[in-house]
């Protein structure tokens, strides 16, 4: 389901989110690897990011190839995404950890696994805002 607005509020977030929990067993997204095309999970996907002309999505394991672009990616997934540079959109949900750099990109590191991916500057205070609303519900 897509939804078109204006702006991504609150209320836009929220019908996401509870649309998305309504069908827990059908948020799979089609990757490729090798020739195979795999369904996945949309809760086991760590981020996606562009590598040269690809999109890439990794789970804690693997690594897939995508079709989509990233922009297509931010229109159609969960509440749960963020984009958090121009060349990557993270799950909210398996963040572990925020390295602040004053001067760079800071890095985000993932529960259970080591890879790590960068959220630019101009993300980073959407991203702690974003992160603080989820923990609030905890």
Same mark, same amino acid.
């Given at each position: 389901?897509?939804?078109?607005?204006?702006?991504?509020?609150?209320?836009?977030?929220?019908?996401?989110?509870?649309?998305?929990?309504?069908?827990?067993?059908?948020?799979?997204?089609?990757?490729?690897?090798?020739?195979?095309?795999?369904?996945?999970?949309?809760?086991?996907?760590?981020?996606?990011?562009?590598?040269? @002309?690809?999109?890439? +999505?990794?789970? &804690?394991?693997?690594? =897939?190839? %995508?079709?989509? $672009?990233? *922009?297509?990616?931010?229109?159609?997934?969960?509440?749960?995404?963020?984009?958090?540079?121009?060349?990557?959109?993270?799950?909210?949900?398996?963040?572990?950890?925020?390295? @602040?750099?004053?001067? +760079?990109?800071? &890095?985000?590191?993932? =529960?259970? %696994?080591?890879? $790590?991916? *960068?959220?630019?500057?101009?993300?980073?205070?959407?991203?702690?805002?974003?992160?603080?609303?989820?923990?609030?519900?905890?």
């Amino acid at each position: 389901m897509i939804i078109r607005c204006r702006r991504v509020d609150e209320a836009i977030l929220k019908l996401q989110q509870d649309i998305s929990e309504t069908e827990p067993g059908k948020n799979c997204i089609a990757l490729q690897d090798m020739g195979t095309s795999y369904f996945v999970p949309l809760d086991e996907i760590l981020f996606f990011e562009t590598e040269g @002309k690809h999109v890439q +999505a990794h789970t &804690a394991s693997r690594l =897939y190839l %995508t079709e989509h $672009k990233l *922009y297509e990616l931010e229109d159609c997934l969960p509440g749960s995404f963020m984009r958090i540079s121009k060349s990557t959109i993270v799950n909210l949900e398996h963040i572990y950890s925020i390295t @602040k750099n004053l001067t +760079a990109s800071s &890095a985000v590191a993932f =529960y259970g %696994t080591p890879k $790590k991916v *960068y959220v630019s500057r101009n993300y980073y205070k959407a991203l702690i805002e974003r992160l603080g609303e989820k923990r609030r519900k905890l």
